[in-house]
């Protein structure tokens, strides 16, 4: 499920800005995209994805090992775990927090293709408001943007306009303010408040 529906965003518009229409530019299909691209955007800085993600993760090891890490942070459940084709049985492993799979029947073998199958993200409906609020933020951006040609935020040092460009080394992840300052609060977040 998206973090917001089409609809959501909607109604979170900032009021007296200029409303998503839906039956020319901006239908439900196109916000939906660009939720998509918050969330991806998202999870490149904060680590995790506000909302929950399936992934199949092919893995491998180097030597023998009873464990193998996952990419993704906040695993919230396992589907499948495959090893050369053949899937494990659910009791064969445990998922040890936050992001690892321990193999409780025997070891990874270097040889093996390890596949597995998982959830990960925040939990349906509970990304905290100012996550939900980036992700409306982001989309009515984007939305002036394309109407209006600007990419970022525009700054004045002086008698010189720049505009703002996303580098997420200088906490600017989007390159709009307003996003960005809240996009820093979620990733400062810890793995308890937002599980």
Partial sequence: MAL???SAVRERITPGSTPLDNSGRFVDAWVERTVGEFADAFAAWAGYYPQPTTTAETLSVT???DRVLLAWRKVTSVTSVVVDGTTLAAGDYHLEHPQAIVRDSALFDPDEA????YVHGI????APEYVKRACALYVEKVANAERGGSTADPRSTGDVTYYVMPDPSAGRPTGWREVDRLLVMARGQSATVLA
């Fill in 4 to 6: 917001l529906t089409a």
């Fill in 63 to 65: 030597r023998w090992a």
């Fill in 114 to 117: 390890i596949v597995v199958t």
């Fill in 123 to 126: 939990a349906d409906g509970a």
